[in-house]
């Protein structure tokens, strides 16, 4: 586990809040802190990270944070992530970059459900 983010999450542990964090920082903070959630079973703390990187979601991070919603069990965020991709082009523009590739992977299952029509 990331130190800062193993310090992060001593510290909503101890306050019940998450620490300061800078903005550029503030996404893969999250990301490392749901995956810690999910493993430590801090359900309070993993519903603030999904909050948190659904605000980040964009043609850049949707793939990645749709197969990390997946793999931790985090429906809120999954449906965030797949109405984004089923907005008028961006599922194409998804589709190009390389975190589509590493979805792909490691969670093909989910392709049915991008793909599907509402």
């Known amino acids: 586990m990331d130190p ?51 605000d980040f979601i964009d043609t850049d991070t949707a793939a990645t944070t749709l197969a990390l919603a997946e793999q931790h069990g985090c429906h809120r965020l999954k449906e965030r992530c797949l109405r984004f991709l089923k907005c008028p082009g961006n599922t194409k523009a998804v589709m190009a970059k390389d975190g589509f590739d590493h979805l792909m992977r490691s969670c093909p299952s989910l392709l049915k459900e991008i793909l599907a029509k509402d």
């Open 4 to 54: 800062r983010a193993f310090g992060a999450m001593l510290h909503f542990i101890y306050t019940d809040s998450l620490p300061h964090m800078e903005e550029g920082s503030r996404r893969a903070m999250a990301h490392h802190l749901l995956v810690a959630a999910d493993r430590y079973r801090l359900e309070r703390l993993k519903v603030i990270c999904e909050d948190v990187l659904r």
